[in-house]
């Protein structure tokens, strides 16, 4: 008994070895090696069916993938033979602070995406440069496109270019992209299919900007203005204005005050409302003053607040016995999230 667990072991051990140098073998791509081993264990009949275990390299495999690290030329190579056409959602990251002699994406490598994957409906950017990467040479098929610390350039979005580009976009994430300013976004006004629009720290957007986007922008469902110099107040005017049929808004409480809510009473479709810290205004509205003009609001549902301080004390009492009809969540700031390189 005892030689035949010794035996057990050492089998055990050799497959293991076998295993990790299919893996790290210094010749050949990881999936080519993946692909290796795949086709040995489906070859020799001792072993169980390799379908019996979660699937290595098929298309559900590369449904959601997140490349980081990865240069352009690696990224050619999995478009070329592994990306299948059930792709869906890509992260890709850039090399916007290593210097001009770090690889780049380039319009050909978003149009081989496009072509390679014609199911695409997400693409998530982060510290890429697209000054040199026009938004026409992105897939054509995205319905959600995010930039988190990208470069644009001045006429990346301009409201003259091709109307038929992205004509499918509903979501577009605009997160710490210093280079966004007024003109680029009034040319989100293009988009007639866009309905969920996301500024996390897009400090040279004015308030008359704002105002004047959101004119042509009425058909927004979702806003989120967060970390921007817009104050509170001024964004919740323009969405009264303009926004009528919004269903969820989340702002920073920054320059937040009663006069403030009392421009989003009656909103007739929103569901959705959340006020996110720290508290940095005197002017801050009571617990009772938020109650109150929620109930002005018929179809709100949800209602947040992070970062006030109000986490466990009588606020958030107040809140929950004013707002039965609501999910009332009251909890601290999240930590501001590291990007995702970090």
Request: glycine share 6%.
């Amino acid at each position: 008994m005892l030689e035949t667990a010794y035996w057990k072991r050492y089998f055990f051990l050799f497959v293991c070895f076998f295993v990790l140098f299919f893996l790290f073998d210094l010749q050949g791509t990881p999936c080519s090696r993946l692909q290796n081993l795949q086709s040995w264990w489906e070859w020799n009949p001792s072993l169980p069916k390799f379908n019996q275990f979660p699937p290595l390299l098929n298309d559900s495999f590369l449904a959601d993938r997140t490349l980081s690290k990865m240069r352009p030329k690696v990224m050619w190579h999995l478009l070329r033979r592994y990306m299948a056409s059930r792709l869906h959602s890509l992260r890709l990251g850039g090399y916007l602070f290593s210097g001009s002699q770090a690889p780049q994406l380039s319009p050909a490598l978003m149009r081989a995406l496009g072509q390679k994957c014609p199911n695409l409906k997400r693409l998530c950017l982060h510290v890429a440069d697209m000054s040199m990467v026009p938004i026409t040479s992105l897939p054509s098929t995205l319905r959600t496109l995010e930039l988190h610390s990208c470069e644009i350039s001045m006429i990346w979005l301009q409201k003259e270019q091709d109307p038929t580009v992205l004509p499918l976009l509903e979501c577009i994430v605009l997160d710490r992209v210093p280079a966004f300013r007024d003109e680029h976004l009034q040319g989100l006004t293009r988009f007639r299919a866009l309905r969920s629009l996301v500024l996390g720290g897009t400090y040279r957007v004015t308030e008359t900007g704002l105002d004047a986007s959101l004119q042509e922008l009425s058909y927004l469902q979702r806003l989120e203005v967060l970390g921007c110099t817009l104050s509170a107040d001024s964004t919740l005017l323009a969405i009264s204005r303009h926004l009528r049929d919004v269903r969820k808004i989340r702002l920073t409480v920054g320059g937040l005050s009663a006069q403030g809510l009392v421009f989003l009473e009656g909103m007739p479709a929103l569901e959705s409302l959340c006020f996110q810290g720290p508290l940095i205004t005197p002017e801050m509205p009571t617990p009772v003053q938020l109650v109150s003009s929620c109930l002005t609001m018929p179809k709100l549902r949800v209602l947040e607040v992070q970062g006030l301080g109000w986490e466990g004390q009588e606020a958030e009492k107040v809140l929950c016995k004013g707002l039965p009809h609501c999910m009332v969540i009251v909890r601290a700031c999240p930590k501001e999230s590291m990007d995702w390189w970090m």
